[in-house]
């Protein structure tokens, strides 16, 4: 091993030095940790990363929302009388479910055809922003924040936090479903482990990102497994996006079974609260 000075550590510990062990860079800390490849390969949100993810695809449309509705129930999360935030909700069908359950529902995304798509669903265009480092105020506070497989996304979310608290309600939640940098699969796979790919380039372990939250205020109030509904085609476009091939194999889609079944390979789930 050798050091590596990577600031700002986006776990924020006090720490500038990690370790770097293979294609890793650790934090000495709490062991998140940096994928120095995906670090080294240039990588954009535009409007062809929902494309190459099969973002618009119905069943993994439906699939999204089978697992968020499991999560609620699992951590007795009731929607009905709450402000509702979901943060990267790449094609918005749990908005729309959403939408359908809770007081008022909101939505932050980086990319413009995702933003396109969930309009185009319903959804009323003032409560869908873009993703930026500095948004405007919302006209209302929001009661439950969900990172849904996007918080790993966020390049310095040390930055979009103060704003989070100030759009928080005094007893504010955040679901957070996301990988897990020390989970036993990771340290099985190492490199081959399926969430290693180039929009991923820090993974959390699970102090990191509960140290990172009580910095903001939220404390982790719950923990579960988060099972994921997932379908072969779902597999599959994970699968071509893990090896840099999105637009092969698209035709075997077609003889795949449509039946789902739940999944998980090294993700955590978590509900943090302000109060």
């Known amino acids: 091993m050798r050091p590596l000075v ?3 550590l986006p776990c ?10 293979g294609t890793r860079a650790i ?8 994928d120095l490849r995906a670090l080294e390969t240039p990588f954009t949100y ?8 099969d973002h618009f695809n119905s069943d993994i449309g439906t699939a999204k929302i089978h697992s968020l509705e499991r999560w609620l129930k699992k951590t007795r999360i009731d929607v009905s009388k709450l402000s509702v935030c979901e943060v990267g909700f790449g094609a918005g069908q749990t908005l729309g479910y959403l939408q359908k359950r809770a007081r008022s529902v909101w939505g932050i995304e980086a990319i413009a055809k995702n933003r396109q798509h969930v309009i185009a669903l ?12 500095l948004l405007p105020p919302l006209p209302e506070t929001i009661d439950l924040w969900i990172f849904l497989d996007s918080f790993e996304h966020l390049t310095r979310p040390n930055l979009f936090m103060p704003w989070l608290v100030a759009n928080s309600s005094r007893r504010a ?14 340290r099985l796979m190492g490199p081959a482990w399926p969430h290693r790919v180039p929009d991923h380039p820090f993974h959390w372990s699970l102090r990191g990102l509960t140290d990172f939250f009580r910095r903001f205020g939220f404390t982790p109030v719950h923990s579960f497994f988060p ?10 476009a994970h699968l071509r996006h893990k090896l840099g091939r999105p637009e092969s194999l698209h035709f075997v889609d077609t003889y795949l079974p449509r039946w789902g079944f739940r999944f998980n390979i090294g993700e ?3 509900v943090l609260s302000r109060d």
């Open 268 to 270: 955590m789930g978590l």
């Open 122 to 133: 319903g959804l009323p265009a003032d409560h869908i922003l873009p993703f930026e480092h």
């Open 173 to 186: 939640r955040a679901l957070i479903v996301a990988p897990r940098a020390d989970s036993f699969s990771q």
């Open 6 to 8: 990577l600031e700002p």
């Open 46 to 53: 535009d409007d062809s990363y929902p494309l190459a993810r």
């Open 27 to 34: 934090c000495s800390d709490c062991h998140s940790f940096f």
């Open 12 to 21: 924020l510990h006090e720490a500038t030095c990690v370790q770097i062990k």
């Open 227 to 236: 099972w994921k509904q997932i379908s072969f085609p779902m597999l599959m």
